[in-house]
Every structure is written in C-alpha cells, then in structure tokens.
C-alpha cells in the first residue's frame, strides 16, 4: 500500500516482523490486483481475515486459544483504526 509505519519489535525479532510485513504485503497484492474489492479500509479487512482463516485452518484445536486470538485481533484492529485516523 505504499506506506511507512514505524513499529516496535522485541529485540532479536526484525527478521519475524519483516517476514511478516513481506507476506501482508504479498496478500495486498493479491487482493488489489484481483481488483473486486475497492478501498484501502475494505482491502485490509478482507486481507485480515484472509490470514485470520489460514491461521484458523492450520492450527490444530489442541493447541489453538480462540480468547486469546480473538484478543490479538481486537487489538490489530485498533491499531489499523488509529493508523487510518491519521490519514
């Protein structure tokens, strides 16, 4: 989306963040050039739960805590809301 965020990281995780911010950018790409979905704030949702759904399907139940995701997400969504506020 052609945007600079700066973002804390614990020490000795940048390569994880950046990983991370390579795959978000990578599903950004993906959604936009399919080009049915319009607007940044639909795009990052539809992204989100894009991953969200991955996550979900991946994880076995043994070791998936819904509270604790659910959590995360809430506060990923606060995050991106104060980051659009911004702008």
């Known amino acids: 989306m052609a945007r600079d965020f700066v973002i804390a990281c614990p020490e000795g995780q940048e390569k994880n963040l950046m990983d991370s911010v390579e795959y978000l ?4 790409n993906l959604v936009q050039s399919q080009g049915s ?3 940044v704030d639909r795009i990052i949702i539809t992204v989100a739960l894009n991953i969200t759904n ?3 399907n991946q994880g076995s139940p043994q070791t998936f805590d819904l509270t604790q995701f659910r959590q995360k997400i809430s506060s990923i969504e606060h995050q991106i809301d104060e980051v659009l506020a911004q702008n």
Do not use: R
Not at 25 to 28: A, H
């Open 25 to 28: 950018n990578q599903k950004i």
């Open 37 to 39: 979905i319009v607007g």
């Open 54 to 56: 991955e996550f979900i």
